[in-house]
């Protein structure tokens, strides 16, 4: 007779917020008795609602680093704006070499958005937008540059 086996059990209930890793990086010190390595994450946390956070995690390893940055994303929540699926009126924000564009769109066209600033965007909610990245090609710089527009957003 097969002895009784427990598996794990997962909550039936859906989470709050849905996280998006946008970049796991491998950071390496020099030390006098050796390397170093740890991780940094950066998450981005949002309901679809209008909410989304981003957070970055340093640790020695990438599960704790990615609980860390989501805790932070999820402590540092903002509310956007949001006028029916789009944004209410163009924003342009300048993040150290980060430039971010970001323009209403009609329904039906999607997120138009490279692949950071989509990970804010979709998050939040953001259905129909249209955006467009400037300056540097840095993931955690384009991130923060799309959050800081969604911040400027003003309700009219």
Known sequence: M???????????????????????????????????????????????KGRVGVGLGKATDVTSAMRKASSYAQKHLITVPLKGR??????????GAAQVIMKPAPDGTGVIA???????????GIRDIVSK?????????NVYAAFEALKRLKQI
């Open 2 to 48: 097969r002895p009784f086996v427990r598996t794990r059990q997962f909550s039936a209930e859906p989470r709050e917020f849905d996280e998006k890793t946008v970049q796991v990086n491998r950071v390496s010190k020099k030390t006098k008795g050796g390397n170093r390595i740890s991780f940094s994450v950066l998450v981005v946390v949002g309901d679809k």
């Open 86 to 95: 789009t944004i209410p009126h163009e924003v342009r924000v300048k993040v």
């Open 114 to 124: 490279g692949g950071p600033v989509r990970a804010v965007v979709e998050a939040a």
């Open 133 to 141: 990245i400037l300056g540097t090609n840095n993931k955690a710089s």
